[in-house]
């Protein structure tokens, strides 16, 4: 049996802990993925539900692993011989490991699913914001916290990371800078959020709904593109979209384009439109799959759509 040294004893887990994170959300990305494609045709009239029952998904897995059922062991903290006890060294119950896992996993999961409808309500971006300020704060102290290295959801459950040669680690408090820190990049997180906010009133995607209940948010964006040395500025008018037939159906595309130049005419003429691009995306916990199509527009009777490309692209969180 090991000797445990008074530096071993003292010391945190840090990096051990970020790569076990990394791995826990590979493995339930992957599996969100996977369960995701197979439930999406039965919910995809039902976004919430759907996302609801991937952060169950994720919220059962974390919330077990890291309880007296798992020894405080995800598949992340096995390969990395890091564990999940309370203060006094022992394995937590399922109970009060789901409360500590909620804390972080609810807003990591909702904070990205949330953030395409939170231009159209004050409250939802307020939501998101406060949502992105805890996972922040989550992360943060469990990088710079080094007395202790808890993370806010550590320090409201009452528990601690060890390593497997650990049996406790001293508690010292948490230097007060590091609450500083976190309140100021809060506001910036608010504000930032505030300000994408009424700036999307410009353009507010609640007229857009009026037309198609398809049409979650819209925006403009100018791209520049460099072809040796020169220069290029396309005006995308990007749709985000809650079916995603808009994406490889163009004559609906070009149909739901020409509605919107009936009666906004002046959106497309205001801003020199040349480019039109359909987003649309589905969030199942900790996965989300994005798939984007790209078309050039040309101002004509019938509103003309020519195809450019399209991609996916596959995230966690947010």
């Keep these: 049996m090991s000797k445990i040294t008074p530096e071993t004893q003292k010391a945190a887990p840090i990096f051990p802990r970020i790569f076990a994170f990394i791995i826990d959300c590979i493995t339930v990305g992957v599996a969100c993925l996977v369960m995701g494609k197979i439930l999406y045709p039965y919910f995809e009239n039902s976004p919430f539900i759907f996302q609801y029952i991937g952060t169950l998904l994720c919220l059962f897995y974390f919330a077990a692993f890291n309880s007296h059922i798992g020894n405080g062991k995800t598949i992340g903290k096995i390969l990395c011989k890091i564990r999940v006890k309370d203060l006094n060294g022992a394995s937590i119950p399922f109970m009060r490991s789901l409360v500590r896992s909620s804390i972080f996993i609810i807003p990591f999961c909702f904070a990205g ?34 007395n202790s290295q808890q993370s806010l959801h550590d320090q409201l459950s009452k528990t601690q990371i ?27 997180i608010f504000s930032v959020n505030l300000w994408g906010y009424f700036q999307s009133k410009a353009m507010s995607a609640n007229d857009f709904n009026l037309i198609s209940d398809d049409i979650k948010n819209a925006q403009v964006e100018s791209r520049h593109t460099y072809i040796g040395e020169a220069e290029s500025t396309n005006q995308v008018f990007i749709l985000n979209v809650s079916q995603p037939d808009y994406l490889d159906d163009l004559e609906r595309a070009e149909t739901l384009l020409k509605k919107i130049d009936q009666q906004h005419a002046e959106v497309l003429t205001q801003y020199h439109i040349n480019q ?43």
């Design 113 to 146: 699913y949330l953030q395409t409808y939170s231009t159209q309500h004050l409250s939802l971006s307020l939501l998101v914001a406060f949502f992105q300020s805890i996972v922040f704060a989550c992360f943060y102290l469990a990088i710079f916290n080094g």
């Design 276 to 318: 039109v691009q359909f987003n649309f995306s589905y969030q199942f916990g900790l996965a989300k799959l994005s798939k984007t199509t790209l078309y050039d527009y040309k101002k004509t009777p019938k509103s003309s759509l020519s195809y450019i490309g399209e991609s996916t692209r596959l995230n966690l969180g947010f």
């Design 162 to 188: 060890l390593r497997n040669a650990q049996s406790n680690i001293p508690r010292q408090s948490v230097w007060r800078i590091h609450y500083y820190i976190i309140a100021l990049l809060s506001i910036v």
